[in-house]
Structure formats: C-alpha cells, structure tokens
C-alpha cells in the first residue's frame, strides 16, 4: 500500500524557519513528481513547491526566495525547507506525488506561524 508521510511541522515564530520531510514507500519514488501543497482554514489547496523526477522545481509566488524543494531518491523523500516564515503560511501541508495516471496524497502535517 503507498504510503506518504509527512513530518516536520509544528509552531514556529514569525521569522522562523522549518523543514518538512516527506517519506514514501511502496513507490518506485525515483519516477514520481513530488509536490508540496499547502491549505488554510476556509481556503482553497494550494501548490507550494514542485519537484520533478528530473530535479525541475517550481514554486507558489508566495513562497518564491524564501521555501525550497528538494529530493533524495536514494531515501525516497522529498523536503520543503521553509525560511522567513509567515502567519499567512500557517496551513495544512500535504505532500503529493504524481505519475501518469496515478497520484497519491499524505494525510498533511500542520504548520502554524505565530507570535
């Protein structure tokens, strides 16, 4: 059974920085599009970050200059560090991974920025 699980998050200061961490199992990881999406109370999901198999990134204009995205195929993970952080990033993270014809979600890791 594919497995996304998502670790890293927490509460964090205005400023702050963290790491998420995305681990996947029952994937051959190195074929997927990983990505970051991200979703707040009363708004909709959003991409964050996104990773190709072939190391392209891309990213939210919100986050650009200040979180980034990156893959280890060898420990089938993918991370987001996150810097300068915000209230306004405070959300659900959900990890994604995409293939053709297929995708998969983690079950989402909550960051919260506050003071």
């Known amino acids: 059974q594919v497995q996304l699980v998502e670790s890293g998050g927490g509460l964090v200061q205005p400023g702050g920085s963290l790491r998420l961490s995305c681990a996947a199992s029952?994937?051959?990881?190195?074929?997927?599009?990983m990505g970051w999406y991200r979703q707040a109370p009363g708004k909709a999901r959003e991409l964050v970050a996104s990773?190709?198999?072939?190391?392209?990134?891309n990213y939210g204009d919100s986050v650009k200059g200040r979180f980034a995205i990156s893959r280890d195929n060898a420990k089938n993970t993918v991370y987001l560090r996150m810097s300068s952080l915000k209230p306004e990033d405070t959300a659900v993270y959900y990890c994604?991974?995409?293939?053709?014809?297929?995708?998969?979600w983690g079950q989402g890791t909550q960051v919260t920025v506050s003071s």
């Open positions: 029952e994937i051959i990881f190195s074929i997927y599009d």
């Open positions: 994604n991974a995409r293939v053709t014809r297929r995708e998969y």
């Open positions: 990773i190709t198999s072939g190391y392209s990134t």
